[in-house]
């Protein structure tokens, strides 16, 4: 528990972002070495100033907040060293440091994915393809994946659900939406 309070003060910081957390990661190797280093040290760092500057904040208010809002809500965090970390995730330009997760965790890097992402307000008979999309493709052996917006993206995974297989829902605000209870 004490190193996950590293990795959610580096991926709390302001004007990070993930690029910038994982270019954190690549000069420090883990959290708690940039954490406790110096500004000195973040000048090399080819980050905007105000990203260094963010660094300099010390503060734990907001990891032990969030440590404590998953706790009461029972949110497990995975972060980017972890083993069970998904490969194809890592592949992107940016991929997240921390994962906060609820539920079943899945195989991505074993199993046929297809995100299924679409208008927010669409119609009926756009939700009504977008629920039929998402159960042809569970139905098919396929995870899909989608948010959890209103229009196409809750509707493939309701489709998805309907086929009685599971289906995994990003939510871009993560711990925060999931704390606010905007989920």
């Known amino acids: 528990m004490a190193e996950l309070k590293y990795w959610l003060w580096l991926t709390t910081r302001k004007g990070l972002g993930p690029a910038g957390a ?10 708690e070495r940039a954490y406790y280093a110096g ?19 010390k503060s734990m208010d907001e990891p ?15 972060t980017f060293q972890d ?14 440091a921390v994962l906060y997760i609820k539920g079943k965790v899945f195989r991505f890097d074993e199993e046929p994915a297809v995100a299924v992402v679409g208008m927010r307000k669409c119609s009926l ?14 139905s098919s052996g ?11 993206d809750c509707h493939a995974v309701r489709g998805a659900l309907k086929a009685g297989k ?7 605000g993560g711990w925060r939406d999931m704390a606010e209870g905007s989920w």
């Not at 040290?41 to 100033?49: A, K, V």
């Not at 260094?52 to 904040?57: E, I, K, P, T």
């Not at 396929?142 to 196409?152: I, P």
């Open 22 to 31: 994982l270019t954190v990661l690549d000069h420090f190797s883990t959290p």
């Open 64 to 78: 032990n907040k969030i440590l404590g809002d998953c706790d009461r809500i029972g949110l497990r965090i995975m």
């Open 142 to 152: 396929a995870l899909v994946v989608s948010g959890m917006d209103e229009g196409v």
């Open 125 to 138: 008979r756009g939700r009504e393809w977008a629920e039929r999309f998402g159960m042809d493709l569970a």
């Open 166 to 172: 599971p289906a995994v829902s990003v939510l871009a």
């Open 83 to 96: 083993a069970g970390y998904p490969q194809r995730l890592r592949q992107i330009a940016a991929p997240p």
């Open 39 to 57: 500004g000195e040290d973040y000048e090399s760092l080819p980050l905007t100033p105000f990203a260094r500057q963010s660094l300099l904040d």
